[in-house]
């Protein structure tokens, strides 16, 4: 039995039906010629969860929040009910399962049970398959604890063997038990459980509590709440519980190009690719934006913890915060392009930021633990700071496979933040930069256009360029 940190338990306790907090990616696979049967992917998720055990964990909570919950082991542990299949009916398109994505996506998790699900696509057509996974961000807590989706991906079709495991869960405490604990932390550590319910009662308040807890990064969180409120937009207004899902693919080396033709980040291309998006988005809506109108994004950096230059090749140890306001009034792309490249270089964590390459040679499949992390930062922020969340993470550049299967495209699912009806993932692999586009379906009805419009955005840099 352990106690969830501070920040896990504000993420466990802030959660609403209308905006459950997770990360999700939906990967498409190509069908083994031999196929992929169910019972092959629970094989190779079971033998993986020793390297994710809060994967078989669950949440018990204290009588009157006395304390913050803790985890247990899950003595009725039921891989089956996590990992589950379902199917598409003909032709199997991806917009049907773009909608079937868009439902799972807004069905909080069952916290009875371990906090995560998957899911096993079948019927989507040109020989193919889909795995959406769904956990909640309480289970991931950095590089030190991963996503399921990165440590079932493998570089090999044929990952080598595994080390038998043995899981015997312990005993879960009853109510007088976690009650008594409670009791006792508060005999022998009164401060700490002091300064735990009045960090508990700030985070219910203010939703900043991953911001208290980061520590190290005080001084760029102060430069970040200086910013103020954002702009007003309409991304910004009540979310429902329902969701569409759409997704957009471009080549790197397109992104490659515009970096190197204007000396900047990939980064501050997909931005600017973003930015013009939703500049043509909003004209399609009849709203031009005023010439000096911004969008402004949470665009979490991943960054070594140490500044200085002996940190180099140790793990990637957080993200920071980064808001960018979006040019979405300036009608010239490179201008737009520029604005975002100078706002990059002028923030405080650029000198530390990981390389990319970095990110694509850790083992397993990194993406979705980043997108993870970049979501626990902007979760612990106001969501009146910023207008969306738009998170870039940069996975293996080579070929990965699932199960035997050869993974073809890595989308992220992001969530929807309170008063936000966009967010936006974006995930380089294999020579390819995907996006995942999270929107609200009543106040977003028109989200399938974005990625036509991500394409024109992209070629407006591509043409400036040559």
């Given amino acids: 039995m352990t106690r969830l940190s501070a920040s896990d338990a504000s993420f466990y306790q802030l959660e609403n039906s209308a905006t459950p907090l997770y990360v999700g990616t939906l990967s498409i696979l190509r069908q083994p010629r031999a196929g992929l049967s169910y019972e092959t992917l629970l094989a190779t998720v079971e033998r993986q969860l020793p390297q994710v055990p809060r994967y078989r964990q669950k949440v018990r909570e204290v009588t009157m929040r006395l304390a913050r919950p803790v985890w247990v082991d899950d003595r009725d542990f039921d891989i089956t009910y996590h990992v589950r299949r379902s199917a598409l009916p003909s032709p199997g398109s991806d917009e049907q399962l773009h909608e079937l994505i868009g439902r799972l996506a807004a069905r909080p998790l069952d916290r009875s049970r371990p906090l995560w699900e998957m899911y096993l696509v079948e019927g989507l057509a040109k020989n193919r398959l889909a795995l959406y996974t769904k956990s909640h961000q309480a289970l991931i807590n950095g590089m030190g604890a991963v996503e399921i989706s990165h440590v079932i991906a493998d570089r090999t079709r044929r990952p080598p063997p595994f080390v038998e495991d043995i899981w015997v869960p312990g005993r879960e405490p009853g109510t007088v038990q976690l009650l ?51 702009p007003r937009s309409p991304l910004n207004t009540t979310v429902s519980r ?15 190009a515009i970096r190197t033709r204007y000396t900047c980040d990939v980064n501050d291309v997909v931005l600017a690719v973003i930015a013009g998006a939703l500049r043509n988005w909003l004209l399609s809506r009849g709203e031009p934006p005023a010439p000096t109108a911004t969008v402004r994004a949470m665009a979490p950096l991943p960054v070594y913890e140490a500044l200085d230059s002996s940190s180099r090749g140790q793990a990637i140890s957080q993200v920071s915060p980064f808001l960018v306001d979006l040019p979405v009034g300036e009608g010239n792309a490179v201008v737009r392009l520029s604005q975002i490249a100078h706002a990059t270089e002028s923030n405080p964590t650029a000198a530390s930021l990981v390389d990319a390459r970095t990110i694509a040679t850790l083992s397993g499949f990194a993406p979705p633990t980043l997108h993870a992390m970049g979501i626990r930062v902007a979760t612990g922020l106001a969501p009146r700071l910023f207008n969306l969340l738009i998170t870039n993470a940069p996975g293996a550049q080579s070929q990965m496979y699932v199960a035997g299967a050869k993974l073809l495209e890595s989308y992220p699912v992001p969530p929807l933040l309170n008063n936000q009806v966009l967010a936006i993932g974006v995930t380089s692999y294999n020579g390819m930069l995907y996006y995942g586009i999270n929107a609200d379906r009543d106040a977003m009805s028109d989200v399938d256009m974005l990625p036509a419009l991500l394409g024109e955005s992209l070629d407006e840099l591509l043409e400036a360029a040559q």
């Fill in 180 to 230: 008594l604990g409670a009791i006792g932390d508060w005999a022998t550590r009164p401060q700490q459980q002091m300064k735990a319910v009045y960090s508990g009662l700030v985070d219910l308040a203010t939703n900043s509590g991953q911001v208290l807890d980061t520590g190290r990064r005080m001084v760029d969180v102060a430069r970040t709440l200086a910013r103020g409120s954002a």
């Fill in 242 to 256: 329902n969701r569409r899902y759409t997704v957009a693919c471009g080549r790197l080396d397109d992104y490659r």
